[in-house]
């Protein structure tokens, strides 16, 4: 059974960092691209970025780009957030999420079937 567990959110002030980890056990973790949503209160969840099985295609979000990386380690099954530059907004749950290995866009939610549970990172300004 695949399981995805997050770590590293938190509370930073504005314009500080934070780096989100993802380890993933069960499966083969390197034959999958993997992707980070969050959802803030109120507001429907929504991809951030993400990358290919490789890690040679990644995929960022308009309002993080520039300011977020995502990277992979496929030794250590995980998968990172680097995240420069915060804004309150960017307060939200994070989720990590394994894609389905099928051809399907990286930034679409229902085309990821496992998710984590989710790491708070709260922004203060």
């Known amino acids: 059974q695949v399981q995805l567990v997050e770590s590293g959110g938190g509370l930073v002030q504005a314009g500080g960092s934070l780096r989100l980890s993802c380890a993933a056990s069960?499966?083969?973790?390197?034959?999958?691209?993997m992707g980070w949503f969050r959802q803030a209160p109120g507001k429907e969840r929504e991809v951030v970025a993400a990358?290919?099985?490789?890690?040679?295609?990644?995929y960022y979000a308009d309002s993080v780009k520039g300011r977020f990386t995502i990277s992979r380690d496929n030794a250590k099954n995980t998968v990172y957030l680097q995240m420069d530059s915060l804004k309150p907004e960017d307060t939200a749950v994070y989720y990590c999420?394994?894609?389905?290995?099928?051809?399907?866009?990286?930034?679409?939610?229902?085309?990821?079937?496992?998710w984590g549970q989710g790491t708070q990172v709260t922004v203060s300004s």
């Open positions: 999420a394994r894609h389905d290995g099928y051809a399907g866009p990286l930034d679409r939610a229902s085309e990821y079937p496992i």
């Open positions: 069960g499966g083969t973790f390197s034959r999958y691209a």
């Open positions: 990358i290919s099985w490789s890690g040679q295609t990644t």
